[in-house]
């Protein structure tokens, strides 16, 4: 990202030794032991929270509390109810915040958008989404202690997308099935079926155990749009007038996650909207964030996970 739209001043850990290796890696000049001393850090105007999912709600509430604007990781809290104590906090507070969905602002996304506008696949009527990867190498995606939830980790990227196309449309039904990992009340599988107004349906299939193809195919009364490999991020998408392509920024040292480069331009709203005085975005408005978290309540019930109580 050019430094002069950005630049990290400080970076906070659960554990200090990575945290300082992650400093070193990215010329980060500070570096601290518990993200209190990075709250009241006079330097840092944005905090971008990617801790652990059930850290989150209290993560963002302490930026709030020390008048930090905050970019937080999907999902954005563990449950609805913690939704509805950060966003109204950050409304009291004056404060931008936003749920990091980065598919909204690639550009690829963008040209969806366009292409649906155009009216080259007429109404669209039938989404299907797969998500999937062999994960069992990350623990914290197996325990319910850190979170663990396919829904929350995978499953969350179809439900953008399908809620995106259908207009954030809230669906008239939802039927949910799944395999939750014994002993950890975790879902390790799930497969969603939704019914919305005027005729719509959409399903999903998520997996943090199988290689799903991870593709998205969206129908419309004139024709289909098919976003590539992995979908949420994805460099190619087939429309009725031919293949686009798209492509990410290079990055200077070597990285883990397919096109996470992509993650600058999220970055970039953040700073658009903190210019223009704007407290959330348009392209991730609140109502929207509450949206997911009510409709992943629902699906998480349905499969028998339970992160109410928290």
């Not at 709030?64 to 409304?91: D, R, S």
């Not at 963008?110 to 990867?133: N, Q």
């Not at 992995?230 to 998408?237: K, L, N, S």
Request: with cysteine; proline share 6%.
């Amino acid at each position: 990202m050019p430094r002069e739209d950005h630049v990290v001043v400080a970076v906070a850990g659960r554990g200090f030794e990575n945290a300082k290796k992650f400093a070193a890696l990215h010329n980060i000049p500070k570096v601290y032991a518990s993200y209190e001393e990075l709250a009241r850090d006079p330097d840092v105007e944005v905090a971008y929270i990617g801790s652990l999912h059930p850290d989150h709600r209290d993560s963002i509430k302490l930026m709030l509390e020390h008048g930090k604007h905050v970019l937080c990781e999907k999902p954005l809290t563990m449950n609805a109810k913690q939704t509805e104590e950060v966003i109204p906090l950050a409304a009291e507070k004056r404060l931008f915040l936003m749920e990091g969905v980065w598919s909204r602002f690639l550009p690829m996304y963008k040209e969806l958008h366009r292409e649906l506008e155009s009216g080259s696949i007429g109404d669209p009527l039938y989404i299907h989404v797969t998500a999937g990867y062999d994960m069992r190498h990350l623990v914290r995606v197996f325990q319910k202690s850190l979170g663990g939830s396919v829904m929350l980790t995978l499953g969350i990227y179809c439900l953008n997308l399908i809620t995106r196309v259908f207009d954030e449309d809230v669906p008239r039904k939802v039927v949910a099935v799944g395999d939750v990992v014994e002993g950890e009340g975790v879902d390790q599988a799930c497969a969603v079926s939704m019914e919305f107004s005027n005729g719509r349906l959409a399903n999903f299939a998520s997996s943090s155990v199988l290689k799903l193809p991870t593709t998205a195919e969206i129908v419309g009364t004139k024709g289909t749009i098919k976003l590539g490999f992995p979908f949420w991020c994805p460099t190619e998408m087939e429309t009725p007038g031919g293949k686009r392509t798209a492509s990410f920024p290079t990055l200077p040292v070597p990285s883990y996650y397919v096109n996470i480069s992509g993650l600058r331009y999220e970055a970039d709203e953040v700073r658009r909207c903190i210019l223009a005085g704007l407290l959330e975005s348009p392209d991730m408005p609140h109502k929207d964030s509450r949206t997911l978290a009510v409709l992943m309540d629902e699906i998480l019930r349905q499969i028998g996970v339970d992160y109410q109580g928290l």
